[in-house]
């Protein structure tokens, strides 16, 4: 079925409930969703508790769960209505989750060339006039929780906060080996572990030809952050989100299709201003490495020698706990660190040289800018990309090597074309600072700290 065809079997996407229960210090929850006329959707969440709670006191938060995640299952037939039955939400949530599907599912519609500027395109309305109480779980809030997803970034983020002296947590949802491991290198407890189940009616749906494509996975991450650090009694929900999420792939239909959205500094703020009004404000969201660029945080990540063996980056291969060597994201780790790392470690991490394997050259094109667009993965920007490739030539020069014929392209295309040459413009790179940040003081003290001494390092070994 095309599009029109789903939309006319399919007129509404209705949340129908939440339901929940405590049994043996696990909190158990689950979401109702019609897909009309008869397709149920119930997808579940486990969520470990400490204490026993009173319901009243977290029902908001699982209806807000409830909230974003009907957005993956709305997205199979892009109804024109979604109903929200288990509560009244105001007319800016009805315009703030309306503005996270549009820009949220970009890539969706992009890859689906799905026109959604339509004013009839999507309507969001209230079922219920029943409103929940936003009052905050009664704890004292202190210290951090950090997201942890098992790449680079997160372990950056363990390693550098483990240097302040408040308490500290970490989170994992649906926790993969490099994640629990990356945890336990930093020398932190034992994490929160949240384990979060799909309807497999989803799966089946998209193998009969429904529609699929990528979700705002990160403003789930947001939503069930706050509500754990709420439930633990954290101040600080910290993602390691970084400047280089800003960039966009493309426009399609005027708008910005950043397949990072979620990650971007636009949702981090307008998350924020919702949360502080509909969630809680004992507890601030935001990501600690968003002043800095990809290429920054590839050479901090240089300095912790103890993960590199363990973190994995990898989505295509991440169920087999590999590099698979051929997608973008494979791409731009590879080139990130290449420059930071000797080249003997680089083939211990990857096992290969991956500027010489055929089947990752288009996805090297691809995050350099020799491309249609610039690939739907969490990569960092083309400059940075470019850099980094440009830089990768001196480095095979050292070593007396062959210069890759995709290292030799880039670098060429990047001298002829800038007036500043390369080793400035990485020097810019490397030390540049976003004041578009909600960084706490000390963790931006410490941060800045840890910044200045390493670029310092970093800019003596790439001249």
Not at 207 to 224: K, M
């Amino acid at each position: 079925m095309n599009l029109e065809q789903l939309r006319q079997k399919h007129p509404r996407l209705i949340y129908q409930s939440y339901n929940y229960e405590i049994v043996e210090q696990e909190l158990k929850a689950n979401w109702k969703f019609c897909l009309e006329p008869d397709i149920i959707f119930t997808p579940k969440i486990i969520v470990p508790i400490e204490a026993n709670l009173d319901k009243k006191q977290i029902e908001n938060y699982i209806f807000h769960l409830g909230l974003i995640e009907l957005i993956s299952y709305w997205k199979a037939a892009c109804p024109p209505e979604v109903v929200i039955q288990p509560a009244k939400i105001s007319p800016a949530q009805i315009e703030w989750l309306h503005d996270l599907v549009i820009h949220g599912l970009g890539e969706f519609y992009y890859t689906n060339n799905i026109d959604f500027t339509a004013t009839d395109f999507l309507t969001i309305t209230c079922g219920s006039d029943r409103l929940i109480p936003t009052a905050s779980l009664e704890k004292e809030h202190q210290g951090d929780l950090i997201l942890v997803a098992g790449g680079k970034d997160s372990s950056v983020t363990l390693e550098i906060l483990k240097e302040l002296p408040n308490p500290k947590g970490t989170l994992i949802l649906n926790p993969t080996r490099s994640a629990i491991d990356s945890i336990k290198i930093a020398g932190y407890d034992s994490p929160i572990t949240v384990k979060r189940t799909i309807d497999p009616k989803l799966i089946e749906l998209n193998q009969a030809g429904y529609l699929n494509g990528h979700t705002p996975f990160s403003a789930y991450l947001a939503f069930l952050g706050t509500f754990i650090a709420d439930l633990y009694g954290y101040k600080n929900v910290i993602a390691s989100n970084e400047n280089s999420a800003d960039e966009q792939n493309t426009i399609f239909h005027e708008l910005k299709i950043n397949h990072q959205y979620s990650k971007s500094f636009r949702f981090e703020q307008r998350f924020r201003e919702y949360g502080d009004r509909y969630l809680t404000s004992a507890v601030s969201y935001f990501s600690f490495l968003r002043p800095l660029l990809d290429l920054q945080i590839a050479g901090l990540f240089a300095e912790f020698p103890q993960h590199h063996a363990s973190f994995r980056s990898c989505n295509v291969n991440q169920r087999k706990d590999s590099w698979c060597k051929q997608c973008p994201k494979c791409a731009f780790v590879y080139l990130s660190l290449f420059n930071f790392l000797p080249y003997q470690e680089m083939l211990n991490i990857f096992g290969d040289d991956l500027y010489l394997k055929p089947e990752i050259q288009s996805s090297l094109k691809g995050v350099a800018g020799i491309s249609e667009h610039k690939p739907f993965e969490c990569v960092g920007t083309v400059e940075e990309s470019r850099i980094a490739l440009a830089l990768s030539a001196k480095k095979y020069e050292k070593m007396n090597e062959e210069i890759p014929e995709i290292v030799r392209l880039v670098e060429r295309e990047v001298s002829g074309n800038e007036s500043l040459g390369i080793e400035a413009i990485a020097e810019k790179l490397l030390t540049q600072w976003s004041d578009r940040h909600y960084l706490p003081q000390k963790h931006e003290t410490i941060l800045r700290q840890k910044l200045t001494s390493v670029s310092r390092k970093l800019l003596e070994n790439l001249n």
